[in-house]
């Protein structure tokens, strides 16, 4: 028998259980005609009751919901792709035209016009807003907005930037109008945004005149499990009908005996230290060295993944984005060139207890990780016992995500393990821009390298993709070699369906998910 199976009618029949077979049918044929609601297991739920997908990570989960849209939008071979916009051209080094539209509507009934696209965008930097987000605004620098009539705006940025319509692929960049009472989220996708709990559910409906034909479902239900485990019960139970982020080992299993409906797909995901650079033990870089030559990356790979579920890392990017991964560069298992580097900088056991001490001190790595996929725990864990054997004491713990951030940047922890999609735009300038750029917002480590910013300066400002990869190589080149964020590994999405569901396809950005053919049968 298949592990999951089609929901059945069974405490309704055991209750009306002597009904006529004329009686029952026509229970049937009703249940039959219902609405196509569907309820989906997601690792992370929202920031707020009423979150704009504008500010901080709301735009990702509303993205997937089909809530809101983007001017341009990602493929799934990673290209750019028509949205809202019909056409994009670059006019100039800081100039570009948009063309809309003319047939999409938000969920208010209203058309989209330039005049709305505008001031969506000027939300951005308007503090106090529910979408102000400096670090998208950072990201697209945008001087001015032109109208040049209904459907066409020209958008100035404040310098040269070759990644701006790569940026405007984010989820966070998208297309609202100023919500009401009634409709507290207008956005254009094709379902409308019902309600939202904190860190619970995020529920939507359908809307019908969706530019991009009706939706098949009536209705869909985010539920934020952070544990894997317990959202492979919920679909057991039939509490759900899809986990997105299943449990690796299970998958695995299931995959091996045939049962279930599985997904998978490779996507941009890294798993990843952010290390706190700036101050602590491991602004020692020789420590950062050692550290990386400790992890064995395959073996984690192969306990934590189960085989399905990633690729060891040896830069930023997998190997499936062939247009920007530096081939030449690796991350080696070698623990005994780490014992080697440590001892010759005089990080050694003086006592012979096991544990190293610098400057004097015991050494102890104090690392965090937090909920919400599953491969992080166990990584966390390996990790600690595989420093051990290079003589490095490590505590780790599992909090939440921004208090892990903030004790990283108050220097009260070493090192962050999280996972990130390290190119949802498709461009390479959004993950080191973010993360490891002198005092960009999260940049919890405190480093700064003079040549990576310029680099970085300099990648933004060419439009020519062959001088950009010049620079994008010595950029992961000089990543590898300081180690402010240790790569573990590229990760595959897995999911599991109830067996009814059609549609759903897993996008190697992961900020897709919810289109008009996703669809429930009954």
């Keep these: 028998m298949k592990l999951f199976s089609t929901r059945s009618f069974v405490s309704a029949v055991t209750c009306l259980g002597l009904m006529s077979a004329a009686s029952l049918a026509a229970v049937t044929t009703k249940a039959a005609a219902a ?14 009751s009423v979150p704009d997908p504008r500010a901080r990570q709301n735009g990702w989960l509303s993205n997937r919901a089909g809530v809101s849209e983007t001017l341009i939008g990602l493929g799934y071979d990673m290209t750019m792709q028509p949205r809202l916009a019909t056409r994009f051209e670059n006019l100039s080094p800081t100039e570009w035209k948009i063309i809309l539209r003319d047939d999409v509507l938000f969920h208010d009934g209203s058309k989209m016009t330039a005049e709305d696209v505008k001031a969506s965008f000027e939300k951005l930097d308007i503090e106090g807003h529910p979408g102000h987000n400096p670090r998208l605004s950072r990201l697209l620098g945008i001087e001015r907005i032109t109208i040049q009539d209904p459907h066409t705006l020209v958008f100035k940025t404040q310098s040269p930037n070759s990644a701006f319509l790569w940026s405007l692929t984010e989820p966070s960049a998208a297309v609202l109008k100023d919500g009401t009472d009634e409709l507290p989220l207008v956005g254009t996708g094709p379902f409308v945004f019902v309600s939202a709990e904190t860190e619970k559910y995020y529920e939507t409906r359908k809307f019908a005149d969706y530019w991009g034909g009706e939706p098949k479902l009536d209705t869909i239900t985010m539920d ?37 409906q599985l997904f998978e797909g490779e996507t941009t995901r890294l798993f990843f230290f952010q290390v706190k650079t700036s101050e602590g033990p491991l602004a020692n870089k020789t420590l950062r060295q050692a550290v990386s030559l400790g992890l064995d990356r395959k073996t984690i790979v192969d306990a934590v993944l189960s085989g399905v579920g990633g690729a060891p890392a040896n ?38 207890d096991g544990n190293r001490e610098l400057n004097g001190e015991e050494l102890v790595l104090k690392i965090r990780s937090y909920e919400g996929r599953p491969a992080l725990r166990p990584t966390l864990e390996i990790t600690q016992a595989l420093l051990q054997q290079i003589g490095i004491n490590a505590e780790i713990a599992i909090g939440e995500y921004d208090a892990n951030n903030n004790a990283l940047k108050a220097g009260e922890i070493d090192m962050h393990l999280q996972a990130w999609g390290t190119a949802p735009q498709g461009d390479p300038d959004y ?43 010595r950029i992961q080149e000089i990543l590898n070699d300081d180690l402010p964020l240790i790569p573990v590994f590229h990760k595959t999405q897995v999911s599991v369906g ?8 897993i996008h190697p950005a992961e900020t897709y998910l919810v289109t008009p053919d996703l669809d429930l049968a009954h």
């Design 35 to 48: 609405e196509k609601n569907l309820r989906i297991a997601v690792p992370f739920g929202p920031k707020s």
């Design 224 to 260: 934020a499990l952070s544990d894997a485990a317990v959202a492979a019960l919920a679909l057991r139970s039939g509490d759900v009908d899809l986990v997105t982020n299943y449990p690796e080992p299970d998958f695995a299993k299931l995959k091996e005996t045939g049962d279930g």
């Design 315 to 352: 830069s930023l990017f997998p190997a499936t984005m062939a247009s920007w991964v530096n081939s030449d560069l690796t991350l080696d298992y070698d623990p005994e060139k780490a014992i080697t580097l440590l001892d010759e900088a005089g990080i050694k056991d003086t006592n012979g």
């Design 431 to 473: 993950f080191p821009s973010t993360l490891v750029e002198t005092d960009v917002s999260y940049n919890f480590s405190g480093y700064s390298n003079p040549e990576l910013d310029e680099l970085l300066a300099k990648g933004r400002a060419d439009f020519d993709d062959e001088l950009r990869k010049v620079h994008y190589d």
């Design 498 to 505: 109830n067996g009814m569901i059609s549609g759903y396809r």
